[in-house]
């Protein structure tokens, strides 16, 4: 069964950048789709964005322009980018996988999770 495992959350400036790795078992995009969400306290898990079987990526309009999500080839690792963050990006990132070839949006659609990586973006 897929594992996930996330990393590289931390405490960042306004405007500063942090990179999150998602760290698959097994080759990630070959039949799955992986996704980053985020949740913060007292507020619903909102979907950040994924990256489908054909590596195509997509984004949810607060981050557009910001993030980038990708994959390193033969690393089982799915990145996320955030530059420019802005302390309403403060959250626990989760990346999730789904077997759906195309990327979705809804967390039903995800049936592996990782732990979660905190990022705080405050001065």
């Known amino acids: 069964q897929l594992q996930l495992a996330e990393s590289g959350g931390g405490l960042v400036q306004p405007g500063g950048s942090l990179r999150l790795s998602c760290a698959t078992s097994?080759?990630?995009?070959?039949?799955?789709?992986i996704a980053w969400f985020r949740q913060a306290p007292g507020r619903e898990r909102d979907w950040v964005s994924c990256?489908?079987?054909?590596?195509?990526?997509t984004y949810a309009d607060s981050v557009k322009g910001r993030f980038t999500i990708s994959e390193a080839p033969g690393t089982n690792t799915i990145y996320l980018q955030m530059d420019g963050l802005k302390p309403e990006d403060s959250a626990v990132y989760y990346c999730?996988?789904?077997?759906?070839?195309?990327?979705?949006?809804?967390?039903?659609?995800?049936?592996?999770w990782g732990q979660g990586t905190q990022v705080t973006v405050s001065s």
């Open positions: 999730a996988a789904s077997r759906f070839m195309v990327c979705t949006q809804r967390h039903s659609d995800f049936d592996t």
């Open positions: 097994e080759s990630p995009l070959t039949f799955y789709s």
């Open positions: 990256i489908n079987s054909y590596s195509q990526p």
